[in-house]
């Protein structure tokens, strides 16, 4: 049995759920290792060896460590290309160009505005900070105007890249989750035809709807 790979940080983290939705989408074992970044373990040596900027997820395999979760997302896909979700980035160039175009817009476009959301609106009432309205006013606007153009994408094709699911579509899945489902704010989403119809197919997923219950049920750390 191929020993699992092992992925370091907390289970709440959006970039580490991004990280488990990939390998269980291509059947890849894995070890989920808590990081408890309350009490600044995402700071200790042990932990900086193998994240040196200290930040998480931290990936590990008999062959190499990463450190950002899109980038591991396509080194899983292609090292493990062969078993799980064959498709889950592409099966040629094309199709890896598309994915890749969408990824990317999700990294520069989406992710910005909608991780200030999910701090402001999810994460700093939990924390008892105070909300800074402005800055979410601000960013519910941006985020508007690139659902606006994700509304267009997806009356045209079933997914982001095409007619499949793929890793563009599993990268907004972590940020959507706590959007729809951990603030007052769903409407963003299901408010659109496209946008709602492709969120509730892609949020059904198996593998998804694990890593979901891996978050209600988390391990202690």
Same mark, same amino acid.
């Given at each position: 049995?191929?020993?699992?790979?092992?992925?370091?940080?907390?289970?709440?983290?959006?970039?580490?759920?991004?990280?488990?939705?990939?390998?269980?989408?291509?059947?890849?074992?894995?070890? /989920? #290792?808590?990081? &408890?970044?309350? *009490?600044?373990?995402?700071?200790?040596?042990? %932990?900086? +060896?193998?994240?040196?900027?200290? @930040?998480?997820?931290?990936?590990?395999?008999?062959?190499?460590?990463?450190?950002?979760?899109?980038?591991?997302?396509?080194?899983?896909?292609?090292?493990?290309?062969?078993?799980?979700?064959?498709?889950?980035?592409?099966?040629?160039?094309?199709?890896?160009?598309?994915?890749?175009?969408?990824?990317?817009?999700?990294?520069?476009?989406?992710?910005?505005?909608?991780?200030?959301?999910?701090?402001?609106?999810?994460?700093?009432?939990?924390?008892?900070?105070?909300?800074?309205?402005? /800055? #979410?006013?601000? &960013?519910?606007? *941006?985020?508007?105007?690139?659902?606006?153009? %994700?509304? +267009?994408?997806?009356?045209?094709? @079933?997914?982001?890249?095409?007619?499949?699911?793929?890793?563009?579509?599993?990268?907004?899945?972590?940020?959507?989750?706590?959007?729809?489902?951990?603030?007052?704010?769903?409407?963003?989403?299901?408010?659109?035809?496209?946008?709602?119809?492709?969120?509730?197919?892609?949020?059904?997923?198996?593998?998804?709807?694990?890593?979901?219950?891996?978050?209600?049920?988390?391990?202690?750390?």
């Amino acid at each position: 049995m191929a020993t699992p790979v092992k992925v370091y940080g907390p289970i709440l983290s959006t970039a580490v759920s991004r990280v488990l939705a990939c390998l269980l989408e291509k059947n890849v074992q894995f070890q /989920l #290792i808590p990081v &408890n970044m309350a *009490k600044g373990e995402h700071k200790k040596p042990d %932990y900086l +060896k193998i994240q040196p900027f200290g @930040q998480v997820p931290a990936y590990q395999d008999e062959d190499i460590t990463l450190f950002e979760s899109r980038s591991i997302n396509r080194y899983i896909c292609d090292k493990y290309g062969s078993q799980g979700n064959k498709g889950l980035y592409g099966t040629n160039p094309l199709e890896k160009a598309s994915i890749d175009q969408w990824i990317e817009a999700e990294g520069q476009s989406f992710n910005p505005p909608s991780s200030v959301l999910v701090f402001q609106l999810a994460f700093a009432p939990r924390m008892k900070i105070k909300q800074d309205e402005n /800055l #979410i006013r601000q &960013n519910e606007e *941006k985020l508007k105007k690139v659902l606006d153009v %994700y509304e +267009k994408r997806l009356g045209d094709s @079933q997914f982001l890249a095409g007619d499949e699911f793929t890793l563009a579509d599993l990268s907004h899945l972590p940020n959507i989750q706590y959007l729809v489902n951990g603030t007052d704010r769903a409407d963003l989403f299901t408010s659109r035809e496209n946008v709602g119809r492709w969120w509730g197919e892609i949020s059904s997923r198996e593998s998804w709807k694990k890593v979901v219950e891996m978050q209600t049920s988390p391990p202690p750390s």
